[in-house]
């Protein structure tokens, strides 16, 4: 049976806080007016002469525990009444059609603040009670006080005064003057004295009564307005129980779906910004037990204040996947399933290290050969071996986790590196080193020859005058493989800055993607020959995006020292076209590589294409004084060495004549010596052990068909791409006339009028040749192609 599924809404529809809110003004409502009229009725039962509606209150002033009734009261208005009061609210969602679990829910969480509530509100009214009765009670006293002091004090004043009058003035006429006087003082002192005391009085009073309002406002607004700040600190303690609670319920059920972590506090409280503990380990759970389930709560909580505890079950979860590589098929895979981008944290450069060298290991595996995945491997276990040095000297906590990973994965990888040559070695099959169609790297060891070509441009990179270069060379001549190893071949002053323009940087959209590809690939290039150069972040690009890539020029020749860069753009007719389609601006763009070789005389500027400067006239108005590096077939030794030992322990061996063959077949082409040779290869790797290991001329004329047909792809674009239906029908009458025919000029002329100009094309690309007064194949292979 499967598992029931949770909705995808599950848990970004958990209940939030709004029923919260309507909890509390009802218990409110409850407290405020039939709490404190029926605990007063009860209280004067008991005891009469009780002053307070608070049976807490009487427990703690008068320490009166052992009367049962108090208690009993106690009980009914701090339990039962939040209960009842929550019951209400119960029903009414209920009868709204609310899920029952999330009402229980709610119900536990409103009696349990409601409790926590009114013991509190008790304590805080009775402190306050007390201090507002105490001065109202002074002040009503002074004011009493007040006014029967001044009456009585001025009437006995009066009287005073009036009888010395008397006596002096004479008893009859005395004694009337005095009482007369006696009263009007009396009066008269009573009457100011009475109204100055009470307007006082009720000053004080009014300003008294007036801030305790104000206070008791106050105290009340500010508690409303911050609940969602404290509320969360005073119920962490309850909402940790109840977390916790509900991972070990899950963990008793054994996983069984729906799971009770959608009423985690983390779905229905917001406003809890502290670290809820163990949250990360029950989404754990429920992800390894019901990875639909748990995917949605993941993407829930990556937005939400509890993020941290999807970046920490993410990031146990890639280590996880990492760790359950058991062979190189599985290491392959692993790129895919990291969350690289996903979730950015402390561990990101972690596994990007996993993710790079998940994709070599693809890499490697895709060769065709059991000896180019071996040479790649070894390429990734020397890279697994410095990973693991670096691991083992970090000692925080991720590196620590990730460490026993990559060693285990460094066993794997040289594990199989030792299988496929023992594989080998048993079936005394024959390593295919060559590689076909992919430009050589650094790391390859079959790159040969180009010495000449490597001085060549060394002594123009030494010229004053600091003239721009051309690399120029028909396709599948080696320019791109030259440039990646071009390094082996200058002097280690000068530091090559290799770009490939058919990638990123001529595929971006603006100037800022330009020119953020362009610094990227240098500083990945450099970084190969030893040389650290300063990032240029793309955001720094996109209000002025040359003047920053000129400021970061600065740097980078800052950081060169006494160094010269070399910066080498491959295929420079795509960012031409990039240009022409309306993408850059011709005039930004060339205008800033004409100014770089001008002004920067640490940088050198080397392009790479199949065409001339002469053919595109826009590069030929900024680059000025362009000079030409031709790069065309090996020679001689060089294709023999291709032939016979493109690698050490190569273990076939050719017949003089086979080695005389190939080299009259390919005219030391190094695409088609290698197209060629990997075919006999296969062809060899096919017969008996006993005649495996010696090519002879037969075995190479038997392989022509095949690498006529692997190689397709290469004869097409000539066919397809560099000439045009005239220059065909030309290349395809002489293939006609057999092996080395010349035809001369006037035939062709004949059969093809007008063809001058497409002849003259055909020499430029290398096709044909001029032979006394006619023309021939160039390379034989090629011909039998247009046959």
């Not at 590809?517 to 030893?530: I, P, V, W």
Request: aromatic share 8%; hydrophobic share 45%; net charge neutral.
């Amino acid at each position: 049976m499967t598992s029931p599924q949770l909705p995808p809404n599950a848990y970004t529809d958990a209940p939030q806080q709004h029923p919260n809110l309507i909890l509390g003004s009802l218990q409110l409502l409850f407290w405020l007016i039939f709490r404190p009229s029926a605990w007063r009725n009860h209280l004067k039962r008991i005891d009469p002469a009780l002053d307070t509606h608070s049976p807490l209150i009487i427990l703690l002033r008068q320490g009166r525990w052992r009367n049962l009734a108090l208690w009993w009261l106690l009980i009914q208005g701090y339990l039962i009444l939040p209960i009842l009061a929550n019951l209400l609210l119960g029903l009414v969602l209920w009868a709204l059609g609310k899920p029952i679990i999330n009402i229980i829910l709610l119900l536990v969480f409103g009696v349990v603040v409601g409790v926590a509530f009114g013991v509190a509100a008790d304590v805080a009214g009775d402190v306050a009670g007390g201090v507002v009765g105490g001065v109202a009670f002074g002040m009503a006293f002074g004011v009493a006080v007040g006014v029967v002091g001044g009456v009585v004090g001025g009437v006995a004043g009066g009287v005073a005064v009036g009888v010395a009058v008397g006596v002096v003035g004479g008893v009859t006429e005395g004694v009337a003057e005095g009482v007369a006087l006696s009263l009007a003082v009396g009066v008269a002192l009573s009457l100011a004295v009475g109204v100055a005391v009470g307007v006082a009085v009720g000053v004080a009073v009014g300003v008294a009564l007036s801030l305790a309002v104000g206070v008791a406002v106050g105290v009340a607004v500010g508690v409303g307005v911050t609940i969602n700040s404290w509320r969360p600190v005073l119920s962490f303690g309850f909402v940790i129980l109840w977390n916790y609670l509900l991972y070990r319920l899950d963990k008793r059920r054994n996983g069984k779906s729906p799971y009770l972590l959608r009423f985690h506090s983390a779905f229905w409280d917001e406003w809890q910004l502290l670290h809820l503990p163990g949250l990360n380990e029950h989404l754990l759970f429920v992800i390894e037990n019901n990875p639909v389930e748990g995917k949605a709560a993941l993407e829930y909580l990556s937005t939400s204040p509890q993020r941290w505890a999807a970046q920490a079950a993410q990031i146990e979860l890639d280590a996880r996947n990492l760790q359950a590589c058991t062979d190189v098929k599985a290491i392959r895979e692993a790129h895919h399933s990291l969350a690289t981008d996903k979730l950015q944290s402390e561990v990101s450069p972690l596994l990007e290290i996993f993710s790079g060298i998940s994709k070599n290991v693809d890499a490697a595996l895709n060769q065709a050969s059991a000896y180019n995945q071996r040479l790649l491997l070894r390429d990734v276990a020397d890279k697994l071996n410095l990973q693991l040095q670096d691991f083992t000297r970090n000692t925080d906590k991720y590196t620590v986790r990730f460490r026993p990973i990559i060693k285990n994965w460094r066993e794997i990888v040289t594990n199989h590196i030792y299988e496929l040559a023992k594989i080998t070695e048993l079936s005394q099959e024959i390593d295919l080193p060559y590689i076909i169609g992919v430009p050589l790297t650094r790391e390859q060891e079959i790159f040969t020859g180009r010495d000449d070509i490597g001085l060549r441009i060394e002594q123009l990179l030494l010229d004053r005058r600091r003239p721009p270069l051309l690399l120029y060379g028909q396709r599948r001549m080696g320019k791109t493989s030259l440039l990646n190893n071009i390094g082996k071949l200058l002097p280690s002053n000068i530091i090559p800055m290799f770009v490939d323009l058919q990638g990123a940087p001529s595929s971006a959209n603006n100037h800022a993607g330009f020119l953020y590809n362009l610094a990227r690939d240098m500083e990945k290039s450099a970084k190969k020959q030893g040389l650290t150069l300063p990032s240029l972040p793309r955001e720094v690009l996109q209000s002025d995006p040359f003047t920053y890539f000129d400021e970061w020029l600065d740097k980078v020749e800052q950081a060169l020292e006494q160094n010269t860069a070399l910066l080498a753009l491959d295929e420079f007719e795509v960012l031409d076209n990039a240009i022409a389609k309306g993408r850059f601006d011709e005039q930004d763009v060339l205008g800033m590589l004409r100014h770089l070789i001008q002004h920067r005389p640490r940088f050198k500027v080397l392009l790479a294409g199949s065409h001339t400067i002469e053919e595109y006239q826009r590069w030929a108005s900024y680059l000025i004084n362009v000079q030409v590096v031709h790069i065309s077939y090996l020679k001689e030794v060089e294709a023999r060495q291709l032939i016979e030992r493109p690698v050490k322990d190569f273990t076939l061996r050719y017949e003089p004549n086979a080695v005389e063959r190939v080299l009259q077949l390919t005219r030391c082409h190094p695409f088609l010596v290698q197209l060629l040779c990997a075919e006999i290869i296969v062809l060899k790797n096919e017969q008996d052990p006993s005649i495996r290991r010696l090519a002879t001329f037969e075995d190479v004329e038997a392989a022509i068909p095949e690498a006529l047909q692997s190689g397709g792809f290469f004869f097409a674009d000539i066919q397809n791409n560099q000439v045009d239906a005239t220059g065909q029908a030309i290349l395809r009458f002489i293939a006609a006339q057999g092996e080395g025919a010349i035809v001369s000029r006037q035939i062709l002329l004949q059969q093809f009028p007008h063809a001058d100009i497409t002849l003259n094309l055909l020499l430029q690309r290398e096709l044909i040749e001029e032979v006394h007064d006619g023309y021939r194949f160039q390379v034989e292979l090629i011909r039998r192609w247009f046959i």
